[in-house]
Nanobody, 129 residues
């Protein structure tokens, strides 16, 4: 069973920073990629960023390029999302998701060539103006 646990959300003022963490179960070798998604109230879930566990390639949505940085720590099997220059429109629930070699049933999102099918419970990010 794939387990993903997010942490690091909170309330921050416009222009501030937060660092989200996604702790993944099992071995890094079982993962193809881990991504971050977000969902604002009344809006659909959208992809924010992803990192390949194969070659380490990083992918970003246009609206976060230059502000957010995704990274990973293989020893901890944890993926981070450093968010700088936050804006009120960045407010939402942030989820991490995995493209894992063990397929799971449920919500699937195809992004950056990966199949994200395992999801964490989400962490709230609120940016005040």
């Amino acid at each position: 069973q794939v387990q993903l646990v997010e942490s690091g959300g909170g309330l921050v003022g416009s222009g501030g920073s937060l660092k989200l963490s996604c702790a993944a179960s099992g071995s890094p070798s079982d993962y193809y990629a881990v991504g971050w998604f977000r969902q604002a109230p009344g809006k659909e879930r959208e992809v924010v960023s992803a990192i390949s566990f194969g070659d380490g390639s990083r992918y970003y949505a246009e609206f976060v390029k230059g502000r957010f940085t995704i990274s990973r720590d293989n020893a901890k099997n944890t993926v981070y999302l450093q968010m700088n220059s936050l804006k009120p429109e960045d407010t939402g629930i942030y989820y991490c998701a995995a493209d894992h070699r063990f397929r799971v049933t449920g919500l699937v999102s195809m992004n950056f060539g990966f199949r994200f099918g395992a999801w964490g419970q989400g962490t709230q990010v609120t940016v005040s103006s």
